[in-house]
């Protein structure tokens, strides 16, 4: 591991997390001449916007707004780009803060193009992260296909150091030598834009996830409709590719639940009216079942919520789904109380998706720096301090309003590092 010393940066920015929320930050701040380090943990750019499909307003795929965003990364000069950084300790104060930063190797330096012989000749496999584990890559591979920068990386896990993908590459780009690297920043002000984590659904035992192939989260339904997703953006069961004939969605899935999310997660209730659309588009037969305890589209969402909810094909029933049980031919059987008449309710589907909530992946970041959060573990600014968050390390939130809170999040920092 090597230690050195960035040169000072006068009033720098110093943006944690490079999700489309620190991306927003970043750029603001550099565009008006601040100098901005952005540091982000995986070995890409984009953050969960990147896992999407399709993401509000206008259901474009995440390339629409990252690929201007990367471009805009490329011409600007005033920002200093670090994957697979994390914080390890912070001093200073407000105006003049020293940040320790850690880099963990990628193994691959920027000779690389990207071309993918070194995968090829790659003989061990890894569980596919990126894709929640519904397919493997090649130890030595590519995040996903917009990835930024576009360049592979090495599961040091995984990895057997055979070097059968050095002999492949014909550009030198494989340093298996390669070590952790750690260097302090001093800059004036910090966003942190760290974003969300979905929340863990074996903690809702009642729900059943990972006792059968027929349940998945709702980001796992994002991997599968995309393009870049493990069946290539069809819709299939994992396990058998089962085209299923009938879906049924849990609201809720962890959210404004006294033993889980105290908090309405936002995102939820629109993520699935979302998915139905990608379901519709390749099942115009298939039936969808939604199980919720309100349905919250706000403001010019309700047209698109009532479109749906016409749909003969899709049923809402209000109520909270206490068990979930595995049947013979792969499916699973959903068992419910309705709110509204009493009656308990059973319904069988090929697939179940559980619309687990956020949860702020800073929550452990708030003992170690000193942060103030709230008792959620999202981070609320301090002006004060000169620390200010971003995006999904807030609040709950939906694109549209993480990039105007982060637009917010760097004037703040810009002001504070005058």
Request: glycine share 8%.
């Amino acid at each position: 591991m090597t230690d050195e010393r960035s040169t000072p940066v006068a009033g720098g920015v110093l943006v944690v997390g490079g999700g489309i929320s620190g991306l927003t930050a970043a750029l603001e701040a550099a565009e008006v001449g601040k100098d901005v380090f952005l540091i982000e943990k995986n070995p890409y750019m984009g953050g969960r916007v990147a896992q999407l499909n399709q993401y509000f307003p206008k259901l474009c795929p995440p390339s629409c707004g990252l690929e201007i965003n990367f471009k805009r990364l490329k011409n600007n000069r005033r920002v200093r780009m670090y994957n697979l950084t994390e914080v390890k300790s912070v001093s200073g104060s407000a105006g003049n803060y020293q940040v320790t930063l850690e880099t963990k190797p990628r193994f691959i330096n920027s000779n690389c193009t990207a071309c993918g012989a070194c995968s090829e000749a790659c003989p061990e496999e890894r569980a596919n992260s990126f894709n929640f584990a519904m397919d493997k890559t090649k130890a030595i591979y590519k995040t996903h296909d917009m990835a930024f920068p576009m360049r592979y990386v090495i599961d040091a896990g995984a990895c057997t150091k055979c070097g059968k993908c050095v002999e492949a590459c014909a550009y030198q780009a494989i340093e298996m030598d390669m070590a952790a690297k750690t260097f302090t920043v001093d800059v004036a002000s910090i966003v942190w834009a760290t974003g969300w984590n979905p929340y863990d659904a074996t903690r809702m035992t009642n729900l059943k996830f990972g006792s059968s192939n027929a349940i998945v989260t709702n980001m796992m339904l994002e991997r599968l409709a995309a393009p870049g997703g493990p069946t290539d953006g069809k819709i299939l069961r994992p396990g058998d590719n089962k085209e299923p004939a009938s879906f049924a969605f849990v609201q809720c899935a962890g959210s404004r639940d006294e033993n889980h999310l105290e908090y309405c997660s936002y995102i939820c209730c629109m993520a699935t009216l979302k998915q139905i659309t990608y379901i519709r588009e390749q099942y115009p037969d298939a039936q969808v079942t939604v199980f919720y305890i309100d349905l919250r589209s706000p403001g010019k969402y309700e047209k698109f919520r009532e479109k749906l909810m016409a749909d003969s094909k899709v049923t809402f029933i209000k109520g909270k789904v206490a068990d979930i049980i595995a049947e013979s031919d792969g499916g699973v059987t959903l068992v419910a109380e309705n709110a509204v008449t009493g009656d308990k309710v059973r319904v069988k589907a090929d697939l179940a998706v559980l619309a687990t909530g956020m949860e702020p992946a800073a929550k452990a970041l708030g003992a170690q720096f000193g942060l103030p959060m709230d008792k959620s573990g999202f981070i609320m600014a301090d002006e004060a301090k000169a620390m200010f968050s971003a995006g999904c390390a807030k609040k709950a939130a939906d694109v549209v309003t993480s990039t105007q809170n982060s637009t917010a999040a760097a004037l703040k920092a810009i002001q504070a590092s005058r």
